[in-house]
T-cell receptor
């Protein structure tokens, strides 16, 4: 079974530039998550999609971050403009997303390591 | 609200030593509890889980028991190997919040031969 695919693997940009990350979840997984993992911290949820609808984006800095999941499959996360504090690993994860599934398993991609200089 | 607190690392052990990584949680409902592991250069992957009180999750020699009375889910392994060197994350998922996952800060484990 193919896993969660993310690209690029690494990205280095200067502050105030824009950057976009791409994620292709496991086939058939309805729920897709974007997490931000700052060095030395646990993953922090940025946004959660159920199919192509947003379930939770309460921790997404909407003045600079945006995400979409057209057609309920793959997703892009964009930062515009980037700040130094955005340096982190951006993780995409997916799950089956069954209704009421309290013991759902998350499958993670390898992440995109972003460095903002 | 929901949160997870893990013991801080890093932890360094000799091969075959006993491992305990403490994890406690706060939840509004009846969460499921997980341990995820992140090997160097790889994404997080599920190590084990427990979905209700007194359940024991186990995998690859690791165990954790869901203790509702102490709101804990400590990770243990009787004899660690060099290949267990990784970062371990405790997490909970609460159906009251749309199955959102809450992660601890992670504990780095290094096992030396």
């Amino acid at each position: 079974e193919a896993g969660v695919a993310q690209s690029p693997r690494y990205k280095i940009i200067e502050k105030r530039q824009s950057v976009a990350f791409w994620c292709n979840p496991i086939s058939g997984h309805a729920t897709l998550y974007w997490y931000q993992q700052i060095l030395g911290q646990g993953p922090k949820l940025l946004i959660q999609f159920q199919n192509n609808g947003v379930v939770d984006d309460s921790q997404l800095p909407k003045d600079r971050f945006s995400a979409e999941r057209l057609k309920g499959v793959d997703s892009t996360l964009k930062i515009q403009p980037a700040k130094l504090e955005d340096s982190a690993v951006y993780l995409c994860a997916s799950s089956l997303g069954r209704s009421g599934g309290t013991n759902e398993k998350l499958f993670f991609g390898s992440g995109t390591q972003l460095s903002v200089l | 609200g929901n949160s997870v607190t893990q013991m801080e690392g890093p932890v360094t052990l000799s091969e075959e030593a006993f491992l305990t990584i403490n994890c406690t949680y706060t939840a509004t409902g009846y969460p499921s509890l997980f341990w995820y592991v992140q090997y160097p250069g790889e994404g997080l992957q599920l190590l084990l889980k427990a979905t209700k009180a007194d359940d024991k999750g186990s995998n690859k020699g690791f165990e954790a028991t869901y203790r509702k009375e102490t709101t804990s889910f400590h990770l243990e392994k009787g004899s660690v190997q060099v290949s267990d060197s990784a970062v371990y994350f405790c997490a909970l998922s609460d159906s009251n919040t749309g199955n959102q996952f809450y992660f601890g800060t992670g504990t780095s484990l290094t096992v030396i031969p």
